[in-house]
């Protein structure tokens, strides 16, 4: 008796091992969901219990049902681009986009890995794009299109047909293609310059080929730029899910109207980081309406070399704050020129519009219409200034002005003793790549760890002028040097690459 006593114990303890040891298999995702057993009554938590928290703030319009509602609105009139390119041996690997170096950069050299066949063959890519107009009108990215013998356009109604390219504009990677269609499903655009950072967003594409795919998420960021993915660049920035297939795509607010195109996103793996970048709908149709009219894009020209004001640059020029665009050199023969713009000037509004960014500048002065008279507000030592002038049309080759040659070194001393500058002559003109012609004197070499390296002076730089002050010469050079006290922070104008730009040394 004793002993069965015993043995009922042990299997008891058993027992209750065996379902302990379950429960924690399940909770680590050691069995399969589903995996057969008894059925329990469940048991309240004894140390989880849900917390009453207060009700969270829902944007008007924003809910599951309305966000239903938007993506059935918006996916008949988002559309599957299929674009074939007739290769040949020893072109690149094939796949979506062409080629395209930046795209790379943002999906990584493994997304775009092929066996290339020593044949020829044709290469196949495929995006997305977004139908704007009933009559078959689509936006697309350039890099989806581009340099394609064939495209496809594959509606969501199952509908197929050839399309036909436009335009395109690699500058903002925008293209506009045309299908044979009419009645067809449209999204209608929005103001994206109205769109603030915080908003739910919808994109709507092909990625990976998966057609009429949803991801949601808000806008992060507006105003992106410097990302290295076009020259013309202002974009809005989301952490909705977009992955390759996604180019060329709809973000579309909670009312169902198109935002942004989008066009890229940053990743290390080649799929979705939460960092999403779409063109804004402004300049998308901005580029699209000049494409149907003319075929090309046509942008304007103020002819200034700008740069961003920083705080060492605002205290240069005795500004109290850093809002404005920095002007570092005027091209000759340009509206700013005839205008009466110079070197140093503040831009602090153009055309009614308050400017603070170099981007924000340059993409107002590019989408203005030729031949329009704007107003510029500037600062000039220190004092408001109005200019009028007269936008033209953005010529293909722009230079800046520069005369005179030379050929001897300097040896200044405080903050200009760590660097080395010479005067042009033709050795050091062939040796970093400049006009012996050029005005200025040559970097030769910066001291490491120095102010000079830290503020960002490199070797080959030009400097043009120290503290406002031109320096033509080792002797000018030398003077602009001498007065200058050992703890005293230096303006240096300088010339890179054909472009000009101000840097502030201090000691």
């Known amino acids: 008796m004793k002993l069965s006593r015993s043995w009922a114990l042990s299997f008891a303890l058993v027992a209750v091992g065996i379902v302990i040891g379950v429960g924690i298999a399940s909770d680590l995702g050691w069995l399969p969901n589903g995996s057969a057993g008894p059925e329990q009554t469940p048991t309240p938590d004894p140390i989880v219990r849900p917390v009453a928290t207060a009700p969270q703030p829902v944007m ?69 794009g977004v139908i704007v107009d009933t009559n078959g009108i689509i936006i697309t990215n350039n890099h989806v299109v581009s340099k394609a013998d064939e495209i496809r ?32 499903p449209a999204v209608p655009f929005a103001d994206s310059d109205q769109l603030e950072v ?6 709507v594409g092909s990625p990976f080929g998966l ?20 020259e013309y660049e202002d974009f809005i920035q989301t952490d909705a899910a977009i992955n390759p297939g996604n180019s060329g795509g709809a973000l579309v607010n909670i009312r169902g109207e198109l935002v942004g195109i989008n066009t890229a996103i940053f990743s290390q793996s080649g799929g979705n980081m939460g960092i999403g970048f779409a063109v ?32 060492e640059l605002a205290s240069q020029f005795g500004i109290g704050d850093t ?29 009614g519009k308050p400017m603070d960014s170099p981007t924000h500048l340059r993409n ?78 040559v970097v030769t070499r910066v001291k490491p760890d120095t102010p000079a390296e830290q503020a960002g002076v490199r070797e080959g730089d030009v400097i043009l002028e120290v503290n406002r002050k031109a320096v033509n010469s080792i002797k000018s050079y030398e003077r602009a040097a001498a007065s200058l006290a050992k703890d005293q922070s230096v303006l240096v104008l300088l010339k890179r690459k054909g472009q000009t730009i101000y840097l502030t040394l201090k000691p």
């Open 60 to 128: 008007p319009g924003a809910s599951a049902k309305n966000f239903v509602e938007i993506a059935k609105m918006v996916k008949p009139a988002v559309v599957n681009i299929a674009a074939t390119r007739n290769g040949k041996p020893g072109d690149g690997p094939h796949g979506t986009p062409f080629d395209d170096p930046f795209f790379r950069r943002f999906f990584g050299d493994e997304f775009f890995k092929r066996e290339t066949p020593p044949r020829d063959r044709k290469e196949r890519g495929q995006g997305s």
């Open 153 to 184: 356009v594959f509606l969501s109604d199952k509908r197929e047909f050839k399309g036909k390219l436009i335009g395109t504009d690699a500058k903002t990677d925008i293209a506009v293609v045309k299908i044979e269609a009419t009645g067809l």
């Open 198 to 203: 915080g908003e739910f967003v919808l994109a």
């Open 211 to 230: 057609t009429q795919s949803v991801t949601m998420g808000i806008v992060s960021a507006v105003g992106r730029a410097s990302m290295g993915i076009a």
């Open 280 to 311: 804004p709908s402004n300049l998308s149709r901005s580029i699209m309406d000049q494409l149907l009219k003319s075929g090309k894009v046509v942008r304007g020209w103020l002819g200034v070399a700008i740069q961003e004001l920083t705080p």
């Open 323 to 351: 809002k404005g665009v920095l002007v570092s050199d005027v091209m000759e023969d340009s509206p700013a020129k005839k205008a009466g713009f110079e070197r140093a000037d503040v831009i602090v509004e153009y055309d």
């Open 364 to 441: 107002a002065v590019a989408q203005t219409p030729i031949g329009r008279k704007v107003t510029v507000k500037l600062i000039r030592d220190k004092k408001p200034k109005t200019l009028d002038l007269t936008i033209v049309e953005q010529p293909k080759s722009m230079s800046l002005p520069g005369s005179d040659d030379g050929g001897e070194s300097a040896s200044p001393s405080g903050v200009l003793s760590d660097i080395d500058v010479r005067e042009l002559n033709e050795d050091l003109a062939g040796r970093y790549g400049l006009k012996p012609s050029e005005r200025g004197l």
